[in-house]
């Protein structure tokens, strides 16, 4: 059956302003929220209950797709396939949400042979909302205004000299081995001197959410997102919306088994 990408982005939008609410309405704090992997890697239970939210909405609209979430995951048994699937990471910037710093959103993906072919992004606090449709372009709307366009800038700048970037690049949660090694080179890397050997970029900022360093190149606020380690839910949902933005994506490997 043909597989209505309009009607899907309008159904992500009204749940992700759903998710909002409750996430505005919470009162999170790190000392009740709980933790994954490690002290760095927190879960609350707003995460959870927005997922059994989306869910149970996408459930009930399109029963035969398939869904991912963050909070759902099992290692070794949820596989991205080819089918319809909408990827949701119910919370993305937990940290930045249990300490109160406004860059935490809901992110909904989703794709079809494993493409993103829809994305949105809501950050309910500052009310900013991304969304794309492949094929069809990307946009933000801010305070409930205008719907932009993306990329905002009008006439954007060749990326020919990193020097130039502001460079939007994350710690992650995982602080050990060689993963950490090598988020540590590219910090440097990034920030040194010519002289030292770097790149001397503008700066780097850590906005503490995937989805949104990936709206931000989207909509030209940074230049370039580097992560180490991401997950489908990180992703989804801005690997539509920058792509229709005219940004490129670069992975190394894609999949969540
Ligand atoms: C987080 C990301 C963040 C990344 C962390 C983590 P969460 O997602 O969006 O950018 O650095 O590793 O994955 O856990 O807040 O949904």
């Given at each position: 059956?043909d597989?209505?990408?309009q009607?899907?982005?309008?159904?992500?939008i009204s749940?992700a302003?759903?998710a909002?609410?409750m996430?505005?309405?919470?009162?999170?704090?790190y000392l009740?929220?709980g933790?994954?992997?490690?002290?760095?890697?927190?879960?609350?239970?707003?995460d959870k209950a927005?997922e059994?939210m989306?869910?149970?909405r996408?459930?009930?609209?399109y029963p035969t797709?398939?869904f991912?979430?963050e909070?759902t995951?099992?290692?070794?048994?949820t596989?991205?396939?080819?089918?319809?699937?909408?990827?949701c990471d119910?919370?993305?910037?937990t940290?930045?949400?249990?300490h109160a710093?406004?860059?935490?959103c809901?992110s909904?993906?989703?794709?079809?042979?494993k493409?993103?072919?829809v994305?949105v992004?809501?950050?309910?606090f500052?009310d900013?909302?991304?969304?794309?449709?492949?094929?069809h372009?990307?946009?933000v709307?801010?305070?409930g205004g205008?719907?932009?366009?993306l990329?905002?800038?009008?006439e954007p700048e060749p990326l020919?000299?990193?020097?130039t970037?502001?460079?939007?690049?994350?710690?992650?949660?995982d602080?050990?081995g060689?993963?950490?090694d090598?988020?540590?080179?590219?910090?440097v890397?990034?920030c040194?001197?010519?002289?030292n050997g770097g790149?001397m970029?503008h700066?780097?900022?850590?906005?503490?959410?995937?989805?949104l360093?990936?709206?931000?190149v989207?909509?030209g606020q940074?230049?370039?997102?580097w992560?180490g380690g991401?997950?489908?839910?990180?992703?989804a949902?801005g690997?539509?919306?920058?792509?229709e933005?005219?940004?490129?994506?670069?992975?190394?490997?894609?999949?969540?088994t």
């Amino acid at each position: 059956a043909d597989i209505n990408l309009q009607e899907i982005h309008d159904l992500l939008i009204s749940i992700a302003h759903e998710a909002g609410k409750m996430m505005l309405t919470a009162t999170p704090s790190y000392l009740d929220s709980g933790t994954k992997k490690n002290s760095a890697d927190l879960v609350t239970e707003t995460d959870k209950a927005i997922e059994t939210m989306v869910s149970t909405r996408l459930q009930s609209s399109y029963p035969t797709y398939s869904f991912i979430g963050e909070e759902t995951f099992i290692s070794g048994e949820t596989v991205l396939t080819d089918a319809p699937t909408f990827i949701c990471d119910p919370v993305d910037g937990t940290t930045n949400f249990v300490h109160a710093f406004p860059a935490f959103c809901i992110s909904l993906g989703f794709t079809v042979n494993k493409i993103p072919s829809v994305g949105v992004i809501y950050n309910p606090f500052l009310d900013e909302l991304y969304t794309g449709i492949k094929g069809h372009g990307s946009f933000v709307t801010r305070h409930g205004g205008e719907k932009l366009r993306l990329p905002l800038k009008k006439e954007p700048e060749p990326l020919g000299e990193l020097s130039t970037c502001l460079v939007g690049a994350e710690w992650g949660s995982d602080r050990t081995g060689n993963n950490f090694d090598v988020r540590h080179q590219v910090f440097v890397k990034l920030c040194a001197a010519k002289e030292n050997g770097g790149a001397m970029v503008h700066s780097i900022r850590c906005v503490g959410s995937a989805a949104l360093n990936l709206a931000y190149v989207a909509a030209g606020q940074q230049d370039v997102f580097w992560e180490g380690g991401c997950w489908a839910w990180d992703v989804a949902a801005g690997w539509c919306i920058l792509v229709e933005a005219g940004g490129i994506m670069i992975i190394d490997f894609f999949s969540v088994t």
